[in-house]
Every structure is written in structure tokens, then in C-alpha cells.
């Protein structure tokens, strides 16, 4: 099943797509998805497979997980999520015992994205946080960014504490990668509540990394914005 599934990916590749893709998701020696492949298939191909093998089993989908094409691995991650919007309580939490068994194959930040928070986040709505603060204190720079994106769909909800929460756990963390997400997620808190973003920005604006800063500030007024930056507020 897995070769046909290449098969219909390579029929819809490009190698000058490729070719930009393994330098935007930065493969290079030394670089953090160094040595990943690409096709060059875009993602609304992919998303239009995905629907197509929406009853790959599981078991299947995992072979695709693991697989060392980028493509192959971002469709079965987009089937996982069809999967889990479809199925039952007993087929979301195979799903999701999946994904979090197998994050070492989710290792590119689109890769997360694109998942995260539809499968852990809803997965943990009403239920205990402690597997997403386990991730945040990772070593993989990936697992840190699965928790602090699966958190998109607390704030979606309107549950903030935890995107708080776990944005203060990394706010000192060493990567770029990490900033950006976390960046990302304070503005969306700012969308749903601006004085909880705000009363965080004030406390540690000071003292984080300068890129979480200003995608956290994004939306601000430009007076505001340029105040923050100075550190006047």
C-alpha cells in the first residue's frame, strides 16, 4: 500500500519545488531537518490524498510515519488527524497514543503544526495537562514544540492557563524554532484575552528572546509595539 502511496506522491512532485523546500525546511549539514528528503509536493495535493486513504489502518500509517520522505510523513499525519475527527473515544485515543509514541518521526515544524493541536490538544481537552508539560521539558526540540502548539485549541476553547503555563516553561529555551511557537501562541492568547497576554508580556517582555517578543507583539499599534521593544512599558 505504502509504494503506491509514493507512487501517486511522485506523480504530483516537482524537483524545482523540491529543491526549495529542502532549503526553506533547512536540510543542510548541521542545519535541524538536516538530511530529511522531499519531493516537491504541495500540501493541498497532500491533504487531497489524505482523504483518499482516510481507512489506511493504523498500523499502515505508522509504516508511513516512519517512512524518510517529508511528504510521506506529513500524510500520514494528515490522515491521523481525518482519522481522529472521525472516529470514536476508543479510535481517538488510539490516535493519540500513536502520535505521542511516535514523535521522534515528527521532527519538522510543519510537521507539528499541522497535527498538534488537532490531535494532542483535543485529545487533552478535559483531561490532564501532565503529558504536554512532559513534552515542554524535552530534550527534542520537537516534542517542546508539540507542547506549546497543541495549545492552539485550549485557546480556541478559551483555556489560556496552560499556553501561559507552558510558555513560561520555555521562555529561556535555546531555540529558534521554540520562540517563534511560543511568539505565536501569546499572540493568539492576546486575540482571546489581552489583558492575560499583557499581564504575561509585562512580567518577562524584558527578558525573552527577542523573537518571541515580536511575533507575540505582532498585532499590537506600532507605538506599542516599538515600546515594548525598548523596554519603555
Not at 50 to 57: D, F, Q, R, V
Not at 108 to 132: C, E, R, T, Y
Not at 189 to 200: M, P, T, W
Amino acid at each position: 500500500m505504502n509504494g503506491e502511496i509514493e507512487k501517486k506522491l511522485r506523480k504530483y512532485s516537482s524537483k524545482k519545488k523540491a529543491g526549495i523546500l529542502k532549503s526553506f525546511f533547512k536540510t543542510g549539514p548541521g542545519e535541524y531537518a538536516e538530511g530529511d528528503i522531499f519531493l516537491g509536493v504541495k500540501v493541498p495535493q497532500i491533504r487531497k490524498l489524505a482523504k483518499e486513504y482516510i481507512n489506511l489502518s493504523l498500523k499502515e500509517v505508522k509504516k508511513l510515519l516512519s517512512s524518510p520522505i517529508h511528504e510521506e510523513r506529513l500524510l500520514a499525519l494528515l490522515i491521523l488527524v481525518l482519522k481522529y475527527s472521525e472516529t470514536n473515544d476508543i479510535g481517538k485515543a488510539k490516535v493519540y497514543q500513536l502520535y505521542l509514541d511516535n514523535t521522534k518521526y515528527i521532527n519538522n515544524w510543519d510537521l507539528v503544526d499541522l497535527s498538534a493541536a488537532a490531535i494532542i490538544g483535543q485529545f487533552l481537552m478535559g483531561k490532564s495537562k501532565a503529558p504536554l508539560y512532559a513534552l515542554a521539558k524535552s530534550e527534542v526540540l520537537w516534542e517542546r514544540r508539540i507542547s506549546i502548539v497543541s495549545t492552539f485549541c485550549f485557546i480556541k476553547n478559551n483555556q489560556l492557563n496552560v499556553t501561559l503555563r507552558i510558555a513560561g516553561l520555555l521562555l529561556h529555551d535555546k531555540q529558534d524554532l521554540i520562540h517563534k511557537a511560543v511568539g505565536w501562541m501569546l499572540r493568539e492568547v492576546g486575540k482571546k484575552d489581552l489583558v492575560s497576554q499583557e499581564s504575561f508580556l509585562k512580567r518577562y517582555y524584558k527578558t525573552m528572546p527577542r523573537t518571541m517578543l515580536r511575533y507575540a507583539i505582532e498585532r499590537f499599534p506600532q507605538r506599542k509595539r516599538q515600546a515594548y521593544l525598548k523596554g519603555k512599558i
